[in-house]
């Protein structure tokens, strides 16, 4: 396994998707394992959203949007991969290795 993804998933699994996601303004509802809100993603009077801790992942039924952790960062904050993965594994104190550009030899 490469270093990006040991760091995908140690961030995944250091994080708790519910506490995570409620942080990030949306309101939650149940528990331990299953949450319910209404979704960030769309407009709706029904709660929808659901959020599983275990699996590790969201899903709307209303407006299907759903994924994990980083779905759920770059949908929300209009990120691509490597910055939903750089603010989450910041928030959690996981350091990232510097990217190194290759140079070819002259």
């Known amino acids: 396994m490469n270093d990006l993804a040991e760091i995908k998933d140690r961030v995944k699994a250091t994080v708790h998707l519910a506490d995570y996601i409620i942080g990030d303004g949306v309101s939650l509802t149940g528990g331990p394992v299953e949450f319910r809100g209404l979704c960030p993603f769309h407009l709706e009077k029904n709660p929808s959203f659901t959020v599983n801790v275990d699996k590790r992942f969201f899903?709307?039924?209303?407006?299907?949007?759903?994924?994990?952790?980083?779905?759920?960062?770059?949908r929300r904050k209009g990120l691509d991969f490597m910055g939903a993965l750089k603010l989450v594994a910041n928030h959690?104190?996981?350091?990232?290795?510097?990217?190194?550009?290759?140079?070819?030899?002259q």
């Open 92 to 105: 959690v104190g996981i350091a990232l290795p510097e990217r190194r550009m290759y140079q070819p030899q």
């Open 59 to 74: 899903h709307c039924f209303g407006c299907g949007a759903s994924g994990d952790l980083f779905e759920f960062v770059m």
